[in-house]
């Protein structure tokens, strides 16, 4: 429960706390008074959007704090485990700052967290009705969330599988569509996609190969001024050609030789110069054979120079044409090789992938069917219950279905079905969409006995009603008003009214007044004591005048709530 909201700066509040008590709160006032703005302080500190128009008029920041009692032991391990909070502890402080700038600082406890948990917090505590909310009874796309929402745990399994397949087949279906439109433009390039993977194949290309052919392409064209050095070589080492006017150096060596051995006649310790000549012959004589194969093959690459260029000039044409080196065409037409074989396998590729999605569809529709049957049976259970809450609030002879139609042929996480809520108010009336025949209060009661069934099945501690007795009056106001006090023998009830019926039900009954002044306007809040509370039934019995009936009357209905209460007291 809460016990106090403390808020500062907000609207036209300067800066007050409100208390509450366990039970039935009910804000009155008169028409204009500001009851809703501290409903509206509380749905801010409950994660809701924030504006700097909220903020009091001459202001920076906006200050909102609730001092909570936290007697759901689930609520507490809850909260223990996400946030850290102490589970052997009921209090819990929730505070949220507005600041013109449009910073939020929200804490927990006195710790920062941040505005999406701060809504998760309130999930746990809150359940909020406003006037505004009636589009959840008025628009089917909320009927689904609400027989699932109810539904809960009963229907958790089967939506996860529906979720979880709907997931692979959209997938796959993506796959498969992707597939088709790459063969459809495979098909177009198919002949020219082979062309070019046949010329780059064909080409035997090789990394090294361009290097290998341009250096031995120079040596070639060189030949010339290769042979000529070659034969200078070999003129200087021997003298074959009798125009030579001179001796080679072997020859002159061989003479040098000639002349050792007679000065080794003369010393024999010349003799070791014969030696050294004779290797430096062999070395010679071997540097001439060198040369001469040289020079012979220089006749031999001559002719294979126009093959080396031949080679060269279709790697640079190939180069050109596909705009890249060697090595990245071999590697385009490693993937044009997969390409065209993923062509030549795309009947029996397109085959498997359907099979696999036919599979995914037929379980699909089995596991849609159990989901179906288990939404049936939570839809009669909810009609039942909410049928029940109806009655108590003076619709004893309404019919109420939830009408679940098949949209078959259709992927959807949720399923294949379509909900409708059928309501007729009146007997022998045929049922019709609810947001085609139900009126304002109608709908106002209909949201409080939803709003009844949930927060009993969520187990919601504190439960807000901004004006649920909008458009109703007589016998249904003191309807809607008992069921109020049956919701707050549960949970927590805050709730704004302009019903004496409902203020009179109240454990705590606060009166909101609009205090003007020359420079300012403020809202204070109050809470009535016994007389002061029979004086405010009197006038929202009878307007500006009071007179002595309507003091009865509200001392009548003062006594009809205490008859109600199981200890006999009201709660202050």
């Not at 030949?223 to 020859?251: C, F, H, P, W």
């Not at 049956?486 to 609009?514: F, G, W």
Request: aromatic share 8%.
């Amino acid at each position: 429960m809460i016990r106090t909201l403390y808020v500062k700066d907000f609207a036209l509040i300067e800066d007050v706390t409100v208390e509450f008590s366990k039970g039935l709160n009910v804000l009155t006032g008169e028409t204009g008074a500001g009851k809703s703005i501290i409903i509206d302080a509380l749905s801010l500190l409950m994660g809701g959007r924030s504006s700097k128009k909220d903020i009091a008029y001459g202001q920076n920041k906006a200050v909102i704090q609730g001092q909570f009692e936290l007697q759901n032991d689930r609520i507490r391990k809850d909260l223990s485990e996400t946030y850290g909070i102490d589970p052997n502890s009921q209090d819990l402080i929730l505070s949220r700052e507005i600041n013109r700038s449009g910073r939020n600082v929200c804490k927990i406890n006195g710790f920062l967290i941040t505005v999406g948990e701060l809504k998760q917090i309130s999930q746990l505590l809150v359940s909020i009705y406003a006037q505004n909310q009636f589009v959840v009874l008025q628009d089917k796309a909320y009927y689904r969330d609400i027989i699932d929402g109810y539904g809960g745990k009963e229907l958790d399994s089967s939506l996860e599988k529906i979720k979880n397949l709907t997931d692979q087949m959209k997938r796959l279906r993506k796959t498969i569509q992707q597939s088709k439109k790459d063969y459809a433009e495979t098909l177009k390039q198919k002949e020219f996609l082979n062309h070019q993977y046949k010329e780059i194949i064909q080409a035997q290309l090789n990394p090294q190969e361009e290097e290998t052919l341009t250096a031995e392409k120079i040596k070639i064209q060189n030949k010339e001024l290769l042979a000529e050095k070659l034969y200078q070589s070999i003129g200087l080492l021997q003298s074959q050609n009798a125009e030579i006017d001179r001796s080679g150096i072997v020859e002159d060596l061989y003479k040098l030789k000639e002349l050792v051995y007679e000065l080794s006649s003369y010393d024999e310790n010349y003799k070791s110069y014969d030696a050294l000549l004779e290797s430096m012959i062999g070395d010679l004589d071997e540097l001439s054979r060198i040369i001469g194969s040289d020079l012979q093959n220089l006749d031999y690459q001559q002719s294979s120079l126009d093959g080396i260029q031949a080679r060269l000039s279709l790697i640079a044409t190939l180069k050109r044409k596909y705009n890249m080196d060697v090595e990245e065409m071999l590697d385009y037409a490693s993937q044009l090789s997969e390409k065209l074989v993923q062509f030549e396998n795309y009947d029996s590729n397109l085959k498997k992938l359907m099979g696999e999605y036919q599979e995914l569809w037929q379980t699909y529709l089995k596991e849609d069917q159990v989901l179906h049957r288990q939404r049936i049976k939570v839809a009669t259970d909810f009609s039942e219950k909410f049928l029940n809450e109806l009655k108590d609030l003076a619709l004893e002879k309404a019919v109420f279905k939830v009408d679940i139609q098949r949209k078959e042929n259709t992927i959807s996480k949720y399923g294949q079905d379509v909900f409708d809520f059928l309501f007729s108010a009146n007997p022998g009336v045929p049922v019709k969409s609810l947001n085609e025949v139900a009126s304002g209060g109608e709908l106002s009661r209909m949201m409080l006995a939803f709003k009844k069934i949930y927060g009993t099945y969520l187990e919601v501690p504190i439960m807000v009603f901004d004006e649920v007795d909008t458009g109703i009056s007589g016998r249904t106001a003191q309807a809607v008003a008992e069921k109020l006090n049956d919701i707050s023998r549960a949970h927590q009830v805050l709730c704004v009214s302009h019903l004496p019926q409902i203020a009179a039900m109240a454990d705590r009954h606060i009166l909101v007044e609009k205090k003007s002044t020359q420079n300012q306007t403020k809202v204070n809040f109050k809470k009535l004591l016994i007389e002061e509370r029979a004086e405010e039934l009197a006038r929202m019995l009878g307007g500006a005048y009071l007179t002595e009936k309507g003091y009865e009357l509200a001392r009548e209905l003062l006594s009809q709530k205490e008859s109600r209460q199981s200890t006999g007291e009201i709660i202050e």
